[in-house]
């Protein structure tokens, strides 16, 4: 069986969730069957792996557009490499790649699978970046959908999101297969060399590693919460350091209103940290394994790698109880979950956005309060994810999909 995986993210070109995801279901996939991968950007250094670039007329053109630029360019690369036959099976990830999936399938009569992981309706903040382009990648997300012959969720909220958004999906091709986590990548220092450079690597960083720490990891957009959580920290002992790994803005204006946030809660307590920039991943285990508590307050969150990625290094989350993450964190075995009663109006905004705030603050509170449940916490994270979110586990089922749109 050859596969190709269309995605917009790949390494060393990742910035979000779905390329961490790429990148894992490719290493696994490839011990299985035979995977090509056509990814934006540059190409990679990498046998079986092709990288578009936006084609010369369409430089400087609104992003949706250059974005279906490249898209044209991969669903033509696909069957450039058919040396061995062709494809059997298109499998594509967010709307960016969504569009060549949906025409590749047509062009060369296989099979196209999509993984969804997250829905342009529930972003309606987009509409801040692209402007038009925001009714683009809305059509290509919904033509792709409708037409797929698999859906894939990383969760089970996310399931119902879909066939929310999209009525016309039949929920027989909507399967939910989860997002899985590197288990030998995340994991926290234990040798005494290790120790000893993680220390370093965050002190070097800004962070004391003998204070208390709530860590943050994600993108500045409205969906990851960060507004939410800078103003829940207010409360929280002053010896509790904040560690903000937040950076690649959605806009001027979100980035403005952290850095005002963050400039005010300097004012008043100190071990206040951001990073702007995205770590390598030794960096951040080092600086996760330094935390006592993993923060996230995010609004939409069909899964959320990140909380695998902490839990894999043994850090307990304190999660909002929205899309996916209800899946991950056990509440009050591996961290904490934050109820939300939110606005439908797809933006995810909190109806009584104090009372969100303050009961994350509170739950923030809880878990630091005791760093000894907090280890204990963490401890079980760790054995979750290694018992329900490994990447082979979501390889097999990720090929179960796959066998049953061949088999018709």
Same mark, same amino acid.
């Given at each position: #069986?050859?596969?190709? *995986?269309?995605?917009?993210?790949? %390494? ?49 053109? =609104? ?14 690369? &696909? ?18 790649? =969504? ?11 296989? %099979?196209?699978? *999509? ?34 012959? !698999?859906?894939?969720? /990383? ?5 119902? $999101? ?11 091709? +909507? ?5 899985? &986590? ?18 370093? !690597? ?17 993108? &500045? ?8 959580? *800078? ?26 209103? /952290?850095?005002?946030? /963050? ?9 206040? +940290?951001?990073?702007?920039? #995205? ?37 307990? +989350? ?6 996916? &993450? ?6 009050? /075995?591996?961290?904490? *979950?934050? %109820? ?9 905004? %909190?109806?009584?956005? $104090? ?49 049953? +749109?061949?088999?018709?």
């Amino acid at each position: #069986m050859r596969v190709d *995986l269309l995605t917009r993210e790949y %390494p060393p070109h990742v910035y979000g969730g779905a390329g961490v995801h790429v990148a894992g279901l490719t290493a696994v996939l490839r011990e299985l069957v035979d995977v090509r991968v056509h990814s934006f950007d540059e190409p990679v250094a990498e046998p079986g792996t092709y990288g578009y670039g936006v084609p010369g007329g369409l430089a400087g053109a =609104n992003a949706a557009l250059a974005t279906m630029g490249v898209d044209l360019a991969i669903v033509d690369g &696909i069957g450039r490499d058919a040396a061995d036959g062709g494809t059997d099976l298109v499998h594509s990830h967010t709307w960016y790649a =969504n569009l060549a999936g949906h025409l590749a399938a047509l062009l060369y009569d296989v %099979p196209h699978v *999509l993984t969804a992981h997250s829905l342009e309706p529930l972003r309606p903040w987009k509409a801040e970046q692209l402007g038009g382009g925001y009714a683009l990648s809305s059509w290509v997300e919904r033509t792709a959908y409708e037409a797929a012959d !698999a859906v894939i969720a /990383v969760s089970g909220g996310m399931r119902e $999101d879909i066939l929310r958004s999209y009525p016309a999906v039949d929920p027989d091709r +909507v399967h939910v297969v989860h997002n899985g &986590i590197d288990l030998d990548g995340w994991q926290r220092p234990t040798s005494d060399e290790g120790l000893a450079r993680a220390r370093r !690597a965050v002190q070097d960083l800004g962070i004391d590693p003998d204070r208390p720490a709530v860590v943050f990891v994600g993108r &500045i957009t409205r969906q990851k919460g960060l507004p939410y959580l *800078l103003r829940a920290v207010e409360t929280l002992p002053t010896d509790v350091q904040v560690v903000l790994c937040a950076g690649a803005p959605d806009t001027p204006e979100i980035l403005a209103e /952290v850095t005002g946030l /963050v400039d005010e809660l300097r004012t008043r307590r100190s071990g206040v +940290v951001w990073i702007d920039r #995205m770590l390598p991943r030794d960096e951040l285990v080092a600086v996760l394994a330094h935390g006592t508590v993993f923060a996230c307050p995010s609004v939409y969150e069909p899964l959320g790698i990140v909380n695998l990625e902490a839990m894999a290094v043994g850090l307990p +989350v304190v999660g909002t109880a929205t899309g996916g &993450i209800p899946e991950v964190v056990v509440d009050g /075995v591996t961290g904490l *979950l934050v %109820p939300i009663d939110q606005v439908q109006d797809g933006t995810g905004t %909190p109806v009584d956005p $104090d009372a969100f705030v303050a009961d994350l603050g509170a739950a923030l509170a809880d878990a630091v309060s005791d760093v000894g449940r907090a280890a204990h916490w963490g401890a079980a994270a760790r054995r979750r994810v290694e018992d329900h979110f490994s990447w082979h586990a979501i390889g097999e089922r990720t090929l179960e999909v796959y066998r049953g +749109v061949l088999q018709g």
